[in-house]
């Protein structure tokens, strides 16, 4: 299930808006051509920023989100036509043969289910061809991110274009690690319109993500930094044999 800020279509077409400086998608695009990928599937790949950025570079990619309203975004976007686009989790993926797998910002992590979690790692090292990898980032959970995520910290208002002003927060309902509950709250000024959405996201230690990917078949290969958030998140780089 999509949560509502990627599934409501007046809240998907906030993401983009809300969040408009994507360099923590850099080191990705870098691993790509590190790697030599030619073929990449992105896992959650929402509103399809790194997704056509990767076709942008002559990168076949398929990308996969359960969230309908934030598929529309991407499909509305100049360039979409490069990217097949794939509605549903993992599950409903065709058969593919990809050099790399990626879940960019906080899509590990919101997997919060471990049947889930193993399934979509499972189908991460169906979908790699051997000596391919999957990439993807989780927060430290000894940095106790969640503590900042504060009305005061987080409270902002953005002008939309062609949607006016839309006044925004954040603010943690319930943190009992390693599931951390957060709900964002949006106020349109053009109706006074208020949307909320829930999202809870789980807080792997380094050993248990070491030890799920070992158990889907995928080698741990490196453990690296995030170069836009030091010392704050783990970015998994492992390995199909």
Known sequence: MADECFGHPRLAA?????????????????????????RVLDIGCGTGVFALLLAGRGIDVVGVDPAR????????????DRVRWVHGDVSALPPLRVDLVTMTAN??????DAGVWRMTLRAAHGALTPGGRLVFETRDPARRAWEEWTREATHRVTEIPGGGAVESWVEVTDARPPLVTFRWTHVFASDGRVLTSDSTLRFRERGEVAENLAACGLAVEDVRDAPDRPGRELVFLARRP
């Open 69 to 80: 309203a934030s598929l529309d975004v991407a499909r509305a976007k100049p360039g979409a």
């Open 14 to 38: 906030l993401y983009d808006p809300l969040d408009p400086d994507r360099g923590d998608l850099d080191p990705y695009l870098r691993m790509a051509e590190e790697f030599g990928a030619r």
């Open 107 to 112: 899509v590990a992590q919101a997997v919060v």
